[in-house]
């Protein structure tokens, strides 16, 4: 889906506060069946990283009416609330309860970087900030490296299609200008393939893709709503993550992990968050056993013909080997966890015992001299 620059937002008058739609916010938003329904994508998305987890710094970035700083106030984390809207963080504050959580009233620009959050909850605040680039690194600034940011934005894809959809074709033509802008209408919506490579640009790798309202707002009997509520939310959960459905949700939630240096504990838990977020359980030990084998003959394939003797094959000369040695390696992590082993630890074990045992044998062959 192109994204030509004659489609970015024209220059309307800064960023937006909502001090005074916390009423309409409550009815048509986070009281509606369609928050509810991002809702439950957004903390489905996010349970590997929120539930069952030892306490965490947790930063909800533009808190709105505070909804996700309760989850995650619930599920024992430790989370700093910020909204520039003075009446936003008096709601977060009553829907926290007996919670202990902090309130920042400040623009997540202005924020302080001297904290770093092991996860950053920002939902819905992007497409409201005229200058993506600038809160996307801030956000970057602000996430401990191996953490976890949970951004979720108003999709510009979606809305052109919404758009021609509703045959509001002279909209469209003129780029979406209008005299007098709808306060509540996103002044600033995101293009995804873009905001993926501002994050990659601030060191962070996008993991997991949904899309929220995929087809709820394009239904034609609105009827459904009421009367198919539990249909359209199963089915809307379903297409969330598949490909090419994710890319039309109304909204789009990237799930995105700062780079840090991975040593195996890493590698062993990133595989097991990655099995409980989207595999659904690791496939049996011989099924893996066979996999492995697999893989390692498209490593011997790519070595067969690139540095061996054999020709290489026009299909063959874009094979990436980093790709296949990566998946030698999430497939050999998969068995260390599924049989109980600690990787690292008999890793080591086994760099001690060659140490001792093959160094004068090395030392000594002459073939390495």
């Excluded at 209008?178 to 393939?193: G, I, T």
């Excluded at 890319?247 to 838990?269: C, T, W």
Aim: include cysteine; hydrophobic fraction near 35%.
């Amino acid at each position: 889906m192109a994204n030509p620059d004659k489609h970015r937002p024209k220059k309307r008058g800064g960023d937006q506060s909502f001090d005074d739609r916390v009423a309409h916010l409550h009815r048509n938003i986070y009281g509606s069946a369609k928050g509810q329904l991002r809702l439950r994508i957004l903390q489905r998305d996010l349970q590997p990283y929120i539930v069952n987890q030892p306490p965490l710094s947790v930063l909800d970035a533009g808190c709105g009416l505070g909804y996700m700083t309760q989850w995650a106030l619930e599920h024992g984390h430790a989370v700093d609330a910020c909204d520039s809207a003075a009446a936003m963080l008096d709601e977060t504050r009553q829907r926290a309860g007996d919670y202990p959580v902090t309130l920042l009233q400040s623009s997540v620009q202005n924020l302080a970087e001297e904290k770093k959050y092991a996860v950053i909850f920002c939902h819905a605040l992007l497409e409201w900030v005229e200058n993506h680039d600038v809160l996307i690194a801030k956000l970057s600034r602000l996430l401990q490296p191996g953490g976890v940011l949970s951004l979720m934005f108003y999709n510009a894809w979606a809305r052109e299609m919404a758009q021609l959809v509703y045959g509001n074709f002279s909209y469209v033509d003129c780029h979406y200008a209008v005299s007098q802008r709808v306060k509540l209408n996103p002044h600033y919506p995101a293009f995804p393939d873009r905001v993926e490579a501002q994050l990659n640009d601030c060191v962070m790798t996008v993991i997991g893709r949904s899309g929220i309202r995929i087809f709820y707002d394009i239904m034609r009997d609105k009827s459904h709503y009421q009367s198919h509520a539990e249909d359209i939310v199963r089915h809307e959960l379903r297409l969330s993550q598949i490909s090419p459905y994710w890319q039309l949700g109304r909204y789009v939630h990237f799930l995105a992990s700062k780079e840090k240096p991975m040593n195996i504990d890493h590698a062993q838990r990133a595989v097991d968050d990655w099995i409980k977020a989207h595999g659904v359980r690791y496939f049996n030990e011989l099924t893996n056993m066979a996999q492995l084998t697999e893989e390692v003959g498209e490593v011997a394939r790519i070595i067969a013909r690139r540095y061996g003797e054999q020709s290489e094959k026009a299909s063959d000369k874009d094979k990436d080997l980093g790709e296949e040695l990566a998946d030698v390696l999430f497939v050999l992590l998969c068995l260390a966890n599924q049989t109980g082993t600690d990787l690292s630890r008999a890793f080591y074990d086994k760099l001690d015992l060659k140490a001792k045992r093959d160094h004068e044998r090395h030392h000594n062959n002459e073939k390495l001299q």
